[in-house]
C-alpha cells in the first residue's frame, strides 16, 4: 500500500490503519461486489470512513474513487465524520416531538456545545436526530447507542450524560492507575 495514503492520519492511527488494510487484502478479492462489506469492515474498525479508506478502497478495487464515494453516500449507515464514544439519537417523532423532544434536544445541544452530526471535543459524544424509534409510549424517548431512555425530561437526560461521564472519568483514572 502506497505511504501517501496513510500521511493524512493522524500519527498514532497509521499502524491501525495500516492493519485494517492488510486485513481486508487477505479478506477481499478486490472485486466490485465485495464494495459495501469492505466499506462497512472501515467503518466498524475507525467508526467513519476517512477519505483516505475511501482511495485506499478505490486502488485495491481498481473502481474510480467516485464509485467508491457514490456508493458510500448513497447508503445512510455510512459516516464522513468520526463520532463519539457514545452516540445520542434524538427522537423527533410526532409523540416525541407533542412530549418536548425539541426541548430535551435543545438542552443536551446547549450541555454539550455540539449541533445535531457533530462530535463533543473530548470525543466522548455524538448527537444524532431520528424520525421515529416507535417506542411512542414512552415518550421523549433518547436511544444512547443501545439503551433506550424514555418518559425523558430535562433533568433526567442531563443527569443521564453525567452519569455516563463520571463513569468515563472513572474507568479512565482506573486504567492510568493500573499502568
Known amino acids: 500500500m502506497e505511504e501517501a495514503i496513510y500521511k493524512k492520519f493522524p500519527e498514532e492511527k497509521v499502524e491501525e490503519i495500516e492493519s485494517l488494510f492488510t486485513e481486508i487484502g487477505k479478506e477481499f478479492k478486490g472485486k466490485a ?13 475507525l467508526g467513519y470512513l476517512p477519505e483516505q479508506a475511501l482511495l485506499a478502497i478505490a486502488r485495491m478495487t481498481g473502481l474510480p474513487a467516485a464509485k467508491i464515494y457514490g456508493t458510500a453516500t448513497f447508503y445512510a449507515q455510512f459516516r464522513f465524520q468520526p463520532v463519539g464514544k457514545y452516540i445520542i439519537r434524538v427522537c423527533r417523532g410526532t409523540a416525541c416531538h407533542v412530549k418536548g423532544s425539541d426541548r430535551l434536544l435543545n438542552t443536551i445541544e446547549e450541555y454539550l456545545q455540539v449541533s445535531p452530526g457533530q462530535m463533543t471535543s473530548d470525543g466522548l459524544f455524538t448527537i444524532e436526530t431520528v424520525a421515529c424509534f416507535g417506542s411512542c409510549a414512552l415518550a421523549p424517548v433518547l436511544v444512547i447507542n443501545d439503551s433506550v431512555y424514555g418518559s425523558l425530561n430535562r433533568s433526567k437526560a442531563l443527569k443521564l450524560l453525567d452519569e455516563i461521564r463520571e463513569r468515563e472519568r472513572s474507568s479512565s483514572r482506573h486504567s492510568t492507575q493500573g499502568n
Request: glycine share 0%; aromatic share 0%; net charge positive.
Open 33 to 45: 461486489e465485495e464494495l459495501i462489506p469492505m466499506l462497512q469492515r472501515v467503518q466498524k474498525r
